[in-house]
């Protein structure tokens, strides 16, 4: 059992050690299924608070997106704003958005508190747009810096293609406090945390069977069982049957990450910045710079086929020339994909399903920062100690509509670039 081919499996630091597999019978007060960043999140967050917890991953700890994605940490949903007040109003979507910088300001602490050996914490990321967007880009600053104290920094047009030499982009909003780091490394080294605070991890463990209507929860694997109070699903695009009011609930949307072989110089002639650089489309580009400027780390598209496209790396090579055309010699190293998991409202599903029984699911598309808060509200509701895992109730466990739902999910996906592409062609 390992880790696919990855950058992030590539750059793992030294102590990259398997943990075990469950074996025999267990007790304890909380039960995690899903070695993903939400579940060890909120194991973390039970531990600091004395709870005995154990996580139960079946693959490695962050096997799944948590451990193959872009790397960005920033506020916000996958969601956007507009849909949020939409469905739940100007005030209670306010509230959301403060979780999301909560979110991203809890990894950043837990990087520092760690002192993450090779979490690497890069700060900026940039907002960058493909039309011309002045106005609503100083109204959306001055927003944020009035309703949330948060500040960013616009860079005109001239600004942009100083960093970013490409015909594509005008305007573009700078997070200074937004940061990109490594998230194998920074999963991994949570699990050791819960490990070291007196909880249990175990890789290779997949829940086969679960009992959940008795005071005690029951989780079963193939070699043991866990006992636990509460029992938390956790467990992302890779879930499954296990619950199936879960099941009916999300959709497991792929995407998809190249890494670019090395070429300093000619990195530099077209991307003049370390910070990440993603677009406002749906399903944009996403990309950075690493290893100290050597190569790219580049992520777009999406799909509802859970099977790996052909040629993906001549798809992401030629977004990636069409964005930069001075990259056409630079040549792709490495492919992957991953599974995320998504609401049809793409807003987190965070609740209770019954008494002792807990998800944190569905963070397709803004994960980083939307697990860590997501892990967070559950653990708070676990120990008593607040209810603001109420604030994702308006949204729930909508169904996804099986192929229907896959197929409208493809043909939105589809009608977004279609509607961007001609904003494109409009500012040309």
């Not at 509701?381 to 169904?399: H, M, N, Q, T, V």
Request: glycine fraction near 10%.
């Amino acid at each position: 059992m390992s880790y696919i081919e990855t950058y992030y499996r590539r750059a793992l630091g030294p102590n990259a050690v398997q943990r075990p597999l469950l074996e025999g019978g267990i007790k304890v007060d909380v039960c995690v299924v899903g070695g993903g960043l939400a579940g060890l999140t909120a194991a973390l967050e039970l531990a600091r608070k004395g709870r005995k917890v154990c996580v139960l991953e079946a693959n490695r700890i962050a096997w799944g997106a948590s451990g193959r994605n872009g790397g960005f940490v920033s506020p916000g949903w996958a969601a956007r704003y507009k849909n949020i007040r939409r469905m739940v109003g100007e005030d209670h979507a306010k509230e959301l958005h403060r979780l999301s910088i909560e979110g991203a300001e809890a990894v950043l602490a837990n990087v520092r508190s760690l002192a993450i050996e090779g979490a690497g914490p890069t700060h900026g990321i940039m907002g960058a747009v493909r039309y011309e967007a002045t106005d609503d880009l100083k109204a959306h600053q001055d927003w944020l810096e009035k309703e949330f104290g948060y500040k960013v920094e616009f860079k005109s047009r001239d600004e942009v293609r100083q960093m970013l030499v490409s015909p594509r982009y005008y305007q573009a909003l700078f997070d200074p406090n937004a940061f990109h780091f490594h998230p194998l490394n920074y999963a991994r080294a949570l699990a050791a945390e819960i490990e070291r605070l007196g909880g249990a991890v175990y890789e290779g463990s997949a829940v086969v069977a679960t009992a959940l209507n008795g005071a005690t929860k029951v989780a079963k694997t193939a070699h043991g069982s866990v006992e636990a109070d509460h029992l938390v699903i956790a467990s992302g695009g890779y879930t499954g049957s296990l619950v199936p009011q879960l099941q009916r609930s999300y959709l497991p949307i792929a995407t998809y990450v190249m890494l670019t072989k090395p070429a300093r110089e000619l990195i530099a002639s077209a991307i003049r910045t370390d910070a990440a650089i993603g677009d406002d489309r749906r399903a944009g580009d996403y990309y950075r710079v690493v290893d100290g400027g050597e190569r790219i780390l580049w992520g777009g598209k999406i799909t509802t086929r859970t099977t790996e496209p052909r040629l993906l790396g001549r798809l992401l090579h030629e977004t990636m020339v069409s964005t930069y055309p001075r990259l056409k010699d630079l040549e792709v190293e490495i492919v992957w994909s991953g599974l995320m998991s998504y609401a049809r409202h793409m807003m987190p599903q965070i609740g209770r399903l019954q008494p002792g029984v807990w998800y944190c699911t569905a963070f397709g598309g803004h994960g980083l920062n939307t697990t860590s808060i997501g892990g967070r509200v559950i653990a708070e509701a676990i120990a008593g100690e607040s209810d603001r895992y109420k604030l994702f109730s308006p949204f729930g466990l909508a169904w996804n509509g099986w192929i229907a739902g896959r197929a409208a999910v493809q043909l939105t996906y589809w009608a977004y670039q279609a509607s961007d592409f001609l904003r494109e062609r409009k500012s040309a």
